[in-house]
């Protein structure tokens, strides 16, 4: 064809100045996700309309159009603001909730959007100019067979890269002596097109897509090519011969060429060519595509509706037998023909749609860069494919919404062309959330014969041409995760939060599988089982025909096992995505490759950890009983209910099921459903042995894979595995039905039923009793371990008390007097303590005192600790008269403090009076008593009620996260400590995942889920610039499902539960006062609404909070690569301290740690099966007979017992007392840091003063030694003598110390 006659739509050709017609030239865009791109041109008449808003647009966003990537315009004279901008200021605020919202979407706008003809895309202009050159100008052959075209491009192809080019026929492949002639002409139209040219193209993390339409000619077609990949064939035959041309050219030096899978189908191959890293284009981060397509008039579309079928049996099965089986239709076969001929004709009509609503691209934009934002690419080193869900998808989808408002029509939310980009955003999102693609065919206009569409499976969007669905191929399960975005964006969109705009549009958290999902799944399959044989005897037609209609066979496999995990967990979840795993080379992609990995999704509902999930009724719904048996086997069982119903239903536990094997009923189940229907096996964790044989039990017909083979598929999750690091040692099988949070808050009741029994006998009546207590809030590392077991077993070495304030009524009796008020309360515990002693004659009931070893004046403690609110005293809980009741039933030690209201008033009053007086020394001591004071009584109980509320109530998941996040602050020496952080701190970071879900994501419905967001909270935050909130008013509406759903179209437009606007700018005003203040600088800060100033634990140093930071981030990459590789192997490392880092680490003999079985059980440590040798259990003796055996090494001493022989001993640590002391002694001179919850070792580090040196006096205050020849000024140099000091460590831990390692002098 004549070099005339060819077309190209030219990058960069058309500018924005007036003087160009439409028919001068046409812009140049890439579609980022979709072949099925458009035609655009340059309208100066459209420009020319929307001069004016332009302008107004850049006054107000500082955009200049021609600028392409980044640009700036320039400044205008200062001058006053015009009523235009100040109308557009006014309207901002109130469409965006700020101003500052408005100006960061602009600001992204201007970074993101790819512009053509500018002076950033000059060289990308000018290389698909050479492109268009290189293409118009290819060499023609002539028809021939099969056989001799793959000769022709195996020969071209060695000759241009020294290596032979394969045709990528499309599966199944031509078959040998096919009637097929295969001939190349140069394309006779040329355009670029997509999102490039009409201004929409986006460049994210990832390179943006230029896509280049090479339309075939019509005379390499027949009429009836459509039939049996007749046209794919030619199609890939074209494809190949334009690569091995290009190769031959000049664009070989410039660019990478290669073959790519279009919506990953083996149908529809492109040309890739990726810029060579030493290019200039290679910095603009794009990849051009050259993608085939046809005439409309080239095949008769007419006959491709969705309803027939054009890929006859008889060609699959290879034989000539017309009648085989009976013919099922071939949507997207149909589809994929009738794309590539359509790909213009979208174009032209997303331009009108351009011209008609002037913001509709920056909108399109937008909503490409928040797709992009939620698309998983890959999990550590493993690629997955890309999903089938395309920014082209939801372009047309926006499209849908304009139009159908500008042409009257009644279905779906409608939206004005005039609105600005962010309502058109915000109404395409409230769209999304509301509709369910999966249950409503959608079309443009009134044209499209929706009989025709709604015969086939899936989501229907039929295009304006009514002849395609644009929809078609796109898994369930993508729309449903695209619907699931939607509605978390509404509710963030709304939020009061300043940083929404991060949640929305930069968020990376929502690219991580790991912690996207409640639980991830590594499952790596033998994909022969599944595909239907392709030759002989047995070969099943129908199976392979419906395999073949994915168009790829790993499509086909991810397809099957989405629809069983999405049909038999309907209940408990939300979303079941399968991603799979994407092979590194083009010809791995377009065949069936040997094995497979998939990386499966889910997202947890409300019904997660039920017990019992029913099913059918066999008498009412006997089909879908039939398929309820089929899918659980012997499973399903057939119950009579309260209600009177008999109904099939699965049961996965008993009533009394500890929290933590709940958590694992969705694992369990889906375990259970692919060893029985695909024979795959799991991790004990996953599938239990009676599970296992179940499921091999009666197998249905369809069921696939031997379950005794080898090669049988092997399912991985961190999501049971993890979890074990939350338990302990000593909680044994036999123990954990009773050793539940459930029965210490049972206890409890109990207790202030009885105490409140007493109150005839006590001078005031009982108002209340306040649990403050982490065990009694399902927040403890483990739950309270009742005595009556330990006992049994001979474990009392540690008896943890539950902390309790009695508050009795108001009296003015109370003393003004410090000393006697404190006398009086000890008298109230004495009196209680009778009382309850002669009404309970078998309870063992004890009155003490805290202020044993310590001094008080005036009812003050006296001492540095006291003073440090994050010191030691706070961690001590209670230096007051106490009463131990070890309660009969429960078997728990509970210890009741006098909650005394006069105490604290009396506490502040006198702090005033020292402050009138000057006397600043007894005004602090009187500040500090009264802060201890309040955070004993006052704070730590709110706390407890709002940490009961969120663990009891609304999240579930959120006491085994608590668990999990202390557990490795503990492992990691940083919990409770003088330098680590607060148990309530702790708790705090773990409620803020649930309920502020931040990075776009929904409250975890799993612990695995939440400890991961904890650590990324913990590594990603940005403490110094953004303030930390936890929102517990918010609990109740992240928990909603019904939020999250968007019930109502109106309720995107409404505002989320919570904080409200006043409260949570009241909050930022603290916080930015704090910084004003350089009280932040770093230091991790929690605050909530009733703490706006972090005052209650204080705040985390920002040494410290950089330590944090940096071991979430190593954790991270290693949960990371567990996954990835389908190996827990190093899964013990995110509970391993690195004791490297530390200067020195104090070994304590194991005899005295009395709390060792608080540690991790051993099982924690197995990786894939095999205990480490660490941590494998030996066998245990009692220590007197240690003597009499010859290798006393090899066994574990049996340390249950109390260390002392004194079983009444509660709440006694030597190695925290150790601590403490340590730390009282040493806080100048010696960070400490030990794990309180049974660690073996102290570490030390030297703090900075004992690094240095100083000059010599007679009161150093610390063990100081004399450097020779050194002075500092006049005066002698000294030093810390750390070996000196190591000694005295050595001396105060007699007894407990076994050795001392200097790792760092």
Not at 1004 to 1017: K, M
Request: proline letters at 4%; hydrophobic letters at 45%; one cysteine or more.
């Amino acid at each position: 064809m004549a070099a005339g006659k060819r077309k190209l739509a030219g990058a960069g050709l058309a500018t924005h100045s007036t003087k160009h017609s439409r028919n001068d030239q046409t812009r140049v865009e890439a579609d980022d996700s979709s072949n099925d791109s458009m035609l655009a041109s340059d309208d100066s008449d459209a420009e020319s309309d929307s001069s004016m808003h332009d302008a107004d647009e850049l006054k107000l966003a500082g955009e200049n159009h021609e600028s392409g990537v980044g640009g700036s315009t320039e400044r205008s004279k200062a001058r006053g603001a015009t009523n235009a901008e100040i109308m557009a200021l006014n309207e901002a605020s109130l469409l965006f909730k700020s101003n500052l919202f408005k100006l960061q979407i602009d600001e992204l706008l201007s970074e993101t959007l790819v512009t053509a003809g500018s002076k950033v895309t000059r060289d990308l202009d000018a290389a698909l100019k050479q492109i268009r050159d290189v293409l118009v100008a290819m060499d023609s052959t002539k028809e021939m067979t099969v056989d001799a075209a793959t000769n022709l491009v195996r020969k071209l192809g060695k000759q241009a890269t020294g290596h032979a080019v394969a045709i990528p026929f499309p599966d199944p492949a031509p078959a040998a002596g096919l009637a097929l002639k295969l001939a190349f002409e140069a394309p006779d139209v040329v355009n670029v097109v997509g999102s490039y040219p009409l201004g929409m193209a986006v460049r994210t993390q990832r390179s943006f897509n230029v896509d280049v339409l090479a339309q075939m000619p019509a005379q390499m077609f027949q009429e009836r090519d459509y039939m049996n990949y007749r046209y794919f064939y030619k199609r890939a035959f074209f494809v190949a011969m334009i690569r091995v041309q290009l190769h031959a050219s000049a664009l070989n030096e410039l660019f990478d060429i290669e073959f790519e899978l279009l919506r990953s189908d083996t149908r529809l191959p492109v040309v890739v060519l990726r810029p060579k890293s030493d290019t200039r284009l290679a910095k603009l981060g794009c990849v051009v595509r050259i993608q085939p397509s046809i005439a409309p008039d080239t095949l008769p579309l007419r006959r491709l509706t969705p309803d027939r079928n054009h890929v006859r049996a008889a060609y699959v099965a290879g034989t000539t037998d017309a009648d085989l089986v009976a013919e099922q239709a071939t949507p997207q076969y149909n589809a994929a023909v009738v794309s590539d001929a359509l790909q213009l004709t979208h174009m032209k009509y997303l331009f009108e749609t351009n011209e008609q609503c002037t913001e509709f691209g920056r909108a399109a934009a937008l909503l490409r860069v928040w797709l992009g934002q939620r698309t998983v690419q890959h999990i550590g080193q493993q690629q997955l494919m890309a999903p089938r869900i395309s920014g082209f998808a939801l372009t047309m989808v926006l499209a849908w919404l304009v139009r159908s408002a500008n042409s009257g029509g009644v279905t779906g939310a409608r939206l004005s062309s005039s609105m600005d980009a962010h309502q058109l955003f915000k109404g395409a999102i409230e769209f999304l959330a509301a509709h369910d693609f999966n249950h409503g065919a959608l079309q443009f206009g009134t044209d499209a014969d929706m009989t025709v569409f709604g015969a086939q499976s899936g989501a229907v969007l039929v295009d304006p041409s009514a002849s395609v669905n644009v929809l078609a191929g796109v898994q369930p399960w993508e729309l449903d995760a695209l619907r699931l975005h939607a509605q978390q964006t509404a509710l963030d969109l709304n939020h009061h939060s300043a940083n929404h705009f991060s949640r929305v549009f930069l968020s990376a958290a929502l690219t991580d599988v790991t912690a996207k999902y409640d639980h991830v799944f590594r499952l790596d399959i033998d994909m022969a089982p599944f595909l239907a044989a392709r030759f002989g005897s047995e070969m099943n037609v129908t199976a392979r025909a419906a395999e073949l209609e994915h168009g790829h066979p790993v499509v086909a496999v991810q397809h099957r096992i989405a629809q069983l995990l999405s049909t038999a967990l309907a209940r408990q979840t939300r979303l079941v995505a399968v991603h799979a795993g994407a092979d590194a080379s083009f010809d791995d992609r377009i065949k069936a490759t040997r094995r497979h990995v998939f990386v499966v999704g889910v997202v947890t509902s409300a019904d997660a950890q039920r017990l019992v999930d029913l099913g059918p009724s066999p008498d009412a719904q006997p089909q879908d009983a039939a398929q309820f048996r089929t899918l659980w086997g012997d499973r399903a069982e057939l119950r009579r209910f309260r209600d009177g119903s008999i109904r099939l239903a699965t049961v996965w536990g008993a009533n009394a099921m500890p929290l933590e094997q709940r958590a694992q009923i969705v694992p369990r189940m889906l375990a259970f459903l692919l060893r029985r229907h695909f024979g795959v096996l799991a991790q004990p964790e996953l599938l239990h042995a009676d599970d296992q044989s179940t499921a091999d039990c009666a197998r249905p017909s369809e069921a696939i894979g031997d379950v005794t083979a080898e090669s049988a598929g092997r399912l991985f999750s961190l999501s049971s595995r993890i979890v074990e690091f939350a338990s302990t040692r000593d909680l044994s099988e036999s123990d954990t039905d009773r050793v539940t949070f459930e029965a210490a808050i049972a206890g409890f009741d109990q207790l202030q039923r009885e105490v409140k029994a007493l109150e005839e006998k006590l001078p005031l009546r009982v108002l209340a009793l306040h649990a403050v207590a982490p065990g009694l809030r399902y927040a403890s590392l483990a739950p309270p371990k009742p005595l009556a077991l330990a006992q049994g077993r001979g474990d009392d070495a540690y008896v943890e008390p539950l902390h309790v304030l009695v508050e009795f009524t108001t009296s003015n009796k109370w003393p003004d007097d410090m000393a006697a008020l404190h006398k009086v309360k000890s008298a109230f515990l004495l009196r209680l303590a009778e009382c309850y002693a002669a009404a309970h004659p078998n309870a063992h009931v004890d009155v003490s005192s805290r202020f044993f070893g310590y001094g008080a004046q005036d009812g003050l403690l006296t001492g540095a600790s006291s003073v440090q609110l994050a010191g030691a005293d706070d961690f001590d809980y209670e230096r007051d008269s106490f009463v131990d009741i070890r309660h009969i039933s429960s078997g728990l030690t509970f210890r009741l403090s006098v909650l005394c209201e006069p105490e604290g008033a009396l506490l502040a009053h006198k702090a005033q009076e020292m402050v009138r007086a000057g006397l600043s020394a007894q005004a602090d001591a009187l500040q500090c008593a009264h802060r201890r004071w309040m955070r004993t009584t006052q704070w730590r109980a709110m706390h407890h009620r709002q940490i009961l509320d969120l663990c009891q109530r609304h999240h579930p998941a959120a006491s085994l996260t608590i668990r999990l996040l202390k557990r490795w602050l503990s492992r990691h020496m940083l919990l409770g400590q003088s330098v680590g952080v607060p148990d309530e701190t702790a708790e705090l970071l773990a409620a803020r995942v649930f309920t502020d879900p931040w990075n776009g994501l929904a409250a975890p419905g799993s612990a695995y889920a939440g400890f991961v967001r904890c650590l990324q909270l913990l590594a990603e935050w940005r403490w110094t610039e953004d303030m930390c909130v936890v929102d517990f008013a918010a609990a109740g509406n992240a928990d909603s499902e019904d939020s999250a759903r968007v019930a109502s179209a109106r309720r995107v437009w409404t505002t989320t539960d919570g904080l409200s606007a006043d409260a949570y700018a009241t909050l930022q005003a603290a916080f930015d006062a704090a910084i004003q203040r350089k009280d932040v600088r770093g230091a991790l800060r929690i605050v909530t609404a009733e703490d706006p100033n972090a005052e209650w634990w204080g705040t985390v140093s920002p040494v410290l909070t950089r330590r944090l930071q940096s071991l979430a981030r190593a954790s991270l990459q290693t949960i990371t690569d567990c996954i990835s590789l389908g190996s827990d192997s190093t899964l013990s490392q995110v509970f391993t301290a690195p004791l490297t880092d530390y200067d020195f680490v104090i070994k304590l003999d194991k005899d005295v740690v009395c709390r060792q079985y608080e540690q991790p059980p051993a099982s924690a440590f197995t990786s894939d099966g095999v205990q480490s040798p660490e941590s494998a259990p030996r066998k245990e003796v009692f220590k007197n007979l240690l003597p009499s055996m010859q290798h006393a090494s090899q066994v574990n001493v049996k340390q249950h017992a109390n260390v002392f022989g004194q079983s009444d001993l509660v709440g006694f640590d030597p190695v925290a007392l150790f601590v403490r002391d340590l730390v009282g002694v040493y806080r100048d001179s010696i960070l400490f840091f030990n794990d309180v919850h049974g660690g073996r070792c102290i570490a030390g580090l030297w703090s900075p003063t004992a690094r240095k040196t100083h000059p010599f006096t007679a009161s150093m205050g610390a063990n100081m030694m004399l450097l020779e020849h050194e002075k500092v000024g006049t005066k002698p140099a000294a030093t810390l003598n750390k070996r000196a000091v190591v000694e005295e460590i050595i001396r105060l831990g007699e007894g407990l110390v076994e050795n001392v390692v200097i790792q760092n002098e």
